[in-house]
């Protein structure tokens, strides 16, 4: 045994007392953390007992220099013991107090982040309502528009829409109240929900994971395009398309007037100039003659938009660019598995966008893909796409580490993306047998009325095949278009006209450049309606749709009657 204080034996006795600080603290702090006292107030503690601030045990020594014989520290450190017993007790007490306040203290603060959070969401619905009410001038098909999205419609009068809870419904010329038949509705597959929780529990949230993957090998199962990379849009699609091309400042991109805003917006975000240029009057397609007269030693590419997801004559725009050193892009939003002389769209050029909108037939809420069969233009687009790193090749193990290589941006779609569109493109067959039925029964049931009354049904070449993404009847004027919309929506059918051509438009007209009116595109645009088609329409709302159209009685035939 070692030496005491001042050189004295230190009998076993000794050896059962703790100096001040050592093992009794560490003990007593493991009994305190079991009951929650945090590891910072026993260091406090601690530190208050070292510095004398605290209760002091004696010392056994202590009690000899204050002349205690030593042969009475037995009976000496019973008391002592006591003391310290209720010493530590106190302590515990006042840490469990503080505990219990903590935990009170805490629930208050939860009450108040509940009540922050109810007035957030209330303030949030607030917003929401205000913003999504019409303007009072809102009329005609801007209404029907609204009332598919779900919103209200207060004060507008006559036939107006109106929301009962979140079932649309519409007031007809006769007083009675009818479900609208909306014109698109996303189309849901049983696995998406599974697909976003083993996302989700797997923390892999960010894109190009197992998801992406699977969606690739079913996109190109569907296309044939050997290379295709995820995007968060159909719009980044584009842009991709157009970085991937090396287009300057001055550098014409010949495009339809016809077209949704997108495919020319892409071509000004890198600098170069759209060419507006007018569509064939019977698939609303660039008319390949009209890119033939806009071709200038300044255009780079020609980006051809599938309209409806009907093929445009791609071999006779390829005749003209291939000669001049033009690349092809195709804006394929439209045409997912659709053909065009066997061929599918979306393999025809040099590289090709694809949108999975929620608007599409298949979709991700958002989404795109950008499809190529060339190796060159895959091996760059991945570049890009990573914000110009070659992350993709280390992480493929070609490099040991990856750097900033090319421009770049962000272009990669989410996991939780690519999970819904993955359910979304297993059931790809079925999405499209139920657009199809659709899509023949309108061309079936209207024939007979098209062929009396002066409307036109959509016209697909023998040379196409079409993905039923839309199917449109043609008015024989803007007058009829504005009318059967009107009578659409006062039979609860939401019909709609489409682009408005944009060598009319201030950007078109700011950015771009039309070198012979598109007189062809601005007919089009005003006499066409787009009728309901979505996967799940049920035989009886394609049969209201039927009746709503052949019913209509234009303006002139009904006055000519009275």
């Given at each position: 045994?070692?030496?005491?204080?001042?050189?004295?034996?230190?009998?076993?006795?000794?050896?059962?007392?703790?100096?001040?600080?050592?093992?009794?603290?560490?003990?007593?702090?493991?009994?305190?953390?079991?009951?929650?006292?945090?590891?910072?107030?026993?260091?406090?503690?601690?530190?208050?007992?070292?510095?004398g601030d605290g209760p002091r045990r004696p010392h056994a020594e202590e009690a000899d220099e204050v002349g205690r014989p030593g042969t009475a520290r037995a009976e000496d450190e019973r008391p002592v013991r006591r003391e310290r017993a209720g010493d530590d007790e106190r302590l515990r007490e006042k840490d469990r107090d503080e505990v219990v306040q903590r935990g009170?203290?805490?629930?208050?603060?939860?009450?108040?982040?509940?009540?922050?959070?109810?007035?957030?969401?209330?303030?949030?619905?607030?917003?929401?309502?205000?913003?999504?009410?019409?303007?009072?001038?809102?009329?005609?098909?801007?209404?029907?528009?609204?009332?598919?999205?779900?919103?209200?419609?207060?004060?507008?009068?006559?036939?107006?829409?109106?929301?009962?809870?979140?079932?649309?419904?519409?007031?007809?010329?006769?007083?009675?109240?009818?479900?609208?038949?909306?014109?698109?509705?996303?189309?849901?597959?049983?696995?998406?929900?599974?697909?976003?929780?083993?996302?989700?529990?797997?923390?892999?949230?960010?894109?190009?994971?197992?998801?992406?993957?699977?969606?690739?090998?079913?996109?190109?199962?569907?296309?044939?395009?050997?290379?295709?990379?995820?995007?968060?849009?159909?719009?980044?699609?584009?842009?991709?398309?157009?970085?991937?091309?090396?287009?300057?400042?001055?550098?014409?991109?010949?495009?339809?007037?016809?077209?949704?805003?997108?495919?020319?917006?892409?071509?000004?975000?890198?600098?170069?100039?759209?060419?507006?240029?007018?569509?064939?009057?019977?698939?609303?397609?660039?008319?390949?003659?009209?890119?033939?007269?806009?071709?200038?030693?300044?255009?780079?590419?020609?980006?051809?938009?599938?309209?409806?997801?009907?093929?445009?004559?791609?071999?006779?725009?390829?005749?003209?660019?291939?000669?001049?050193?033009?690349?092809?892009?195709?804006?394929?939003?439209?045409?997912?598995?659709?053909?065009?002389?066997?061929?599918?769209?979306?393999?025809?050029?040099?590289?090709?966008?694809?949108?999975?909108?929620?608007?599409?037939?298949?979709?991700?809420?958002?989404?795109?893909?950008?499809?190529?069969?060339?190796?060159?233009?895959?091996?760059?687009?991945?570049?890009?796409?990573?914000?110009?790193?070659?992350?993709?090749?280390?992480?493929?193990?070609?490099?040991?580490?990856?750097?900033?290589?090319?421009?770049?941006?962000?272009?990669?779609?989410?996991?939780?993306?690519?999970?819904?569109?993955?359910?979304?493109?297993?059931?790809?067959?079925?999405?499209?047998?139920?657009?199809?039925?659709?899509?023949?029964?309108?061309?079936?049931?209207?024939?007979?009325?098209?062929?009396?009354?002066?409307?036109?049904?959509?016209?697909?070449?023998?040379?196409?095949?079409?993905?039923?993404?839309?199917?449109?009847?043609?008015?024989?004027?803007?007058?009829?278009?504005?009318?059967?919309?009107?009578?659409?929506?006062?039979?609860?059918?939401?019909?709609?006209?489409?682009?408005?051509?944009?060598?009319?438009?201030?950007?078109?007209?700011?950015?771009?450049?039309?070198?012979?009116?598109?007189?062809?595109?601005?007919?089009?645009?005003?006499?066409?309606?787009?009728?309901?088609?979505?996967?799940?329409?049920?035989?009886?709302?394609?049969?209201?749709?039927?009746?709503?159209?052949?019913?209509?009685?234009?303006?002139?035939?009904?006055?000519?009657?009275?």
């Amino acid at each position: 045994m070692g030496g005491g204080a001042g050189g004295r034996p230190v009998t076993e006795r000794d050896e059962a007392v703790p100096e001040v600080g050592e093992h009794r603290d560490d003990d007593d702090r493991d009994d305190l953390r079991g009951e929650g006292v945090p590891a910072e107030k026993l260091d406090e503690r601690g530190r208050r007992d070292d510095a004398g601030d605290g209760p002091r045990r004696p010392h056994a020594e202590e009690a000899d220099e204050v002349g205690r014989p030593g042969t009475a520290r037995a009976e000496d450190e019973r008391p002592v013991r006591r003391e310290r017993a209720g010493d530590d007790e106190r302590l515990r007490e006042k840490d469990r107090d503080e505990v219990v306040q903590r935990g009170r203290e805490q629930r208050g603060e939860d009450a108040e982040v509940d009540e922050r959070r109810r007035a957030r969401d209330e303030q949030v619905a607030h917003l929401l309502e205000v913003e999504q009410a019409p303007d009072e001038h809102e009329s005609g098909p801007r209404l029907a528009e609204l009332a598919g999205q779900g919103r209200g419609v207060a004060g507008s009068g006559g036939h107006g829409t109106r929301l009962v809870g979140r079932a649309a419904q519409d007031v007809g010329s006769s007083g009675v109240t009818l479900d609208l038949i909306p014109f698109s509705r996303p189309y849901r597959t049983p696995d998406e929900l599974r697909y976003l929780d083993e996302v989700l529990t797997s923390g892999h949230g960010q894109g190009d994971g197992p998801f992406t993957q699977r969606a690739n090998a079913l996109i190109t199962a569907i296309t044939g395009a050997p290379h295709r990379l995820l995007t968060p849009s159909g719009t980044h699609a584009l842009e991709l398309a157009f970085w991937l091309l090396d287009l300057e400042p001055g550098d014409e991109v010949v495009v339809p007037s016809f077209t949704f805003t997108s495919t020319a917006a892409a071509v000004v975000q890198v600098g170069a100039v759209p060419v507006f240029v007018d569509v064939d009057p019977r698939t609303g397609n660039m008319d390949p003659a009209a890119f033939a007269a806009a071709v200038t030693p300044r255009t780079r590419a020609v980006c051809v938009v599938h309209y409806g997801g009907v093929g445009v004559d791609v071999d006779a725009i390829a005749a003209i660019a291939e000669p001049n050193d033009i690349r092809i892009v195709e804006d394929n939003a439209h045409g997912l598995g659709a053909s065009w002389r066997g061929r599918k769209l979306g393999t025809l050029g040099d590289v090709a966008a694809q949108s999975f909108h929620a608007t599409k037939n298949v979709h991700a809420g958002e989404g795109g893909a950008l499809l190529t069969g060339s190796d060159e233009l895959a091996d760059r687009a991945e570049v890009i796409r990573e914000k110009g790193t070659d992350r993709s090749r280390f992480l493929r193990g070609q490099v040991d580490k990856y750097s900033w290589v090319d421009r770049g941006s962000s272009f990669l779609l989410s996991e939780l993306g690519a999970a819904v569109l993955t359910g979304q493109l297993e059931h790809f067959d079925e999405i499209q047998r139920l657009r199809h039925a659709v899509w023949d029964a309108y061309a079936t049931g209207l024939a007979g009325w098209a062929a009396g009354s002066g409307w036109s049904l959509m016209h697909v070449p023998a040379e196409a095949e079409h993905p039923a993404h839309v199917f449109y009847v043609l008015a024989p004027d803007h007058a009829g278009q504005t009318e059967m919309l009107s009578h659409l929506r006062s039979r609860g059918v939401q019909g709609t006209f489409h682009y408005v051509p944009l060598d009319t438009s201030a950007a078109g007209r700011r950015f771009g450049r039309t070198p012979s009116p598109c007189t062809v595109t601005a007919d089009f645009s005003s006499r066409l309606v787009r009728l309901p088609l979505w996967a799940g329409l049920t035989d009886a709302q394609v049969d209201r749709v039927l009746d709503a159209v052949v019913s209509f009685v234009p303006a002139s035939s009904a006055q000519g009657r009275a």
